[in-house]
């Protein structure tokens, strides 16, 4: 095999891996989106919902997106850790994924 046919190869597994990661990554966002909905959205899904200015207050998932330093794993380990705030829901590590998946999902969002 030519260097070339080999780079090819190797561009096309990626191009390859890179649409079933975005598959993969739209599933978990609709996956994260039905447990919201289902679990969250009382408290975390309201209409014009921003950031919490006290201790008292409930953030908006959009919010929580769009937070400077907000990552996949910070929102995961803010669910493995059942704050006392909000209901312990035992959400599988799939289910945490999910959640966080469709959180960030929602940075872009006015």
């Known amino acids: 095999m030519t260097k070339a ?3 090819v190869l190797i561009a096309a597994a990626l191009s390859v891996n890179a649409l ?4 993969a990554h739209a599933d978990d966002v609709e996956r994260g989106r039905a447990l919201a909905e289902k679990l969250c959205a009382v ?3 309201n209409p014009g919902q921003g950031e919490k200015t006290g ?3 409930v953030p908006g998932f ?3 997106a ?3 330093s907000q990552t996949f794993r910070g929102i995961v380990d803010w669910l493995k850790s059942v704050p ?3 209901p312990d829901h035992h959400l599988t ?3 945490m994924f999910a959640l966080a998946a469709f959180i960030l999902s929602l940075r872009d969002k006015p």
């Open 5 to 7: 046919a080999h780079g």
């Open 20 to 23: 079933a990661t975005r598959h």
């Open 43 to 45: 408290c975390h899904l």
């Open 55 to 57: 201790v008292d207050e």
């Open 62 to 64: 959009v919010a929580v």
């Open 66 to 68: 769009k937070r400077k």
């Open 84 to 86: 006392p705030m909000m």
């Open 93 to 95: 590590q799939d289910e």
